[in-house]
């Protein structure tokens, strides 16, 4: 039955994909994030239905005469270059052939950030993406907060088997960088019974990342409740519910979930955290040898460790979106990757700024300290997984950009420059 629901749904929005390929954006991202088809147990489950949507999308941009232009912000630039360096750091990669097969997967990704700055180009479009995002995602942590409430919180969540965030831990890191993105929701909702349900669905995705028992959320959700704390328009009743809330969740969790964080403190004694830290001098090793272009995607194998680790039997995969670019794209990729995670950070706080005292654009500065909130979470929360290539971040960066245009375009960012132009 499942089967034939999502398939009903995809294929009987296609048409409307055709019309208006900006909907092609909110279809190609719910079924990349939701992946509603692994809930299914049939001929859907392996479909390809997200091959068909970006197929039909990009059919739709080609012909329709949809508004189809870059946003004006530096921010394209800088991803375009880190784009071009991973091509160019698999051309002359370790192993050329198998880095190719990684880097088209990390195409295809990056080919939905570039369909994003094309067709999501005004208030409306980018307020509708931010909707599919927090709730593709939310779905989980709405799910598993309620099944962490029913458990006592004995169990870990887990995310779509088969996706990016399948992990607990990767889906705990996913639900962090959507949190703000429900609180923008909050904030800008006119009806009141829809703030509350998303207050509701806050509360529980918290719960969700709770009871993933990651140590790494552990810490970036810190940060994220910091930074929530320091963006937030009414700071002192923020900060004591946010005490009352963290005090009666600690009441709430099992011995077994502290008995797993006090092995932040003495990471010496845990093997995972020995075989990261392992995994971490591998990396740098192996860009000391390949400074510029590292080894390319994948490098992270057995083989290679047999080389460059300090304990060549402890193999163990990046753990660390920082370690992983440094491994796979050297000193310059890494370098690229962290300007472009500055620069947006840089300008979300530029949007910020220049909003304030402007009541008719509000929306634009809770939007935008929101995203630096994400941001933050997953700056700490990455430095102990690795997604470095994984595309909700990449959407956080392009929601950047697409703001920066339209307060631009409002003479709100300074003067106007000519906005960079694309047709398709």
Known sequence: ???????????????????????????????????????????????????????????????????????????????????????????????????????????????????????????????????????????????????????????????????????????????????????????????????????????????????????????????????????SRHKFAIGVVGVMIVGAVLMFLPQQWFDRMSTIENFEEDRSAMGRINAWHFAFNLAKDRPLTGGGFDTFTPELFRKYAPDPTAFHDAHSIYFEILAEQGFVGLGLFLIMWFATYRVAGNIVRQCKGRDDLTWARDLAAMLQVSMAGYAVGGAFLGLAYFDLPYHIMAMVAVLHHLMKEKGVMGPQTPPLRGRV
């Open 1 to 231: 039955m499942r089967d034939i629901v999502i398939t009903l749904i995809v294929f009987g929005l296609l048409p409307m994909v055709l019309m208006r390929p900006s909907i092609g954006v909110y279809l190609w991202s719910w079924l990349g994030y939701m992946n509603p088809h692994r809930l299914s147990w049939g001929f859907a489950y392996s479909f390809p239905f997200v091959q068909v949507v970006a197929i039909v999308t990009l059919v739709s941009m080609i012909f329709s005469k949809e508004p189809k232009k870059l946003p004006n912000s530096p921010l394209v630039v800088l991803w375009a270059l880190f784009v071009l360096w991973m091509c160019i750091a698999t051309a002359a990669a370790i192993d050329p052939g198998h880095s190719v097969t990684e880097l088209t997967r990390a195409l295809k990704i990056q080919m939905m950030i570039l369909v994003t700055f094309l067709l999501i180009n005004d208030r409306e479009k980018l307020h509708t993406l931010v909707w599919v995002l927090a709730l593709s995602i939310g779905f989980f942590g709405i799910k598993g907060g309620f099944f962490t409430i029913a458990t006592g919180g004995s169990f870990r969540v887990w995310g779509p088997p088969g996706s990016f965030i399948e992990g607990n831990n990767e889906l705990a890191l996913a639900l962090i960088i959507v949190l703000p993105l429900f609180r923008y929701l909050q904030l800008t909702s006119d009806n009141k019974w829809v703030r509350r349900g998303l207050v509701l669905a806050m509360l529980l995705c918290t719960a969700s990342i709770v009871a993933s028992y990651s140590r790494g959320a552990f810490l970036a959700g810190g940060v994220m409740a910091f930074m929530f704390w320091l963006k």
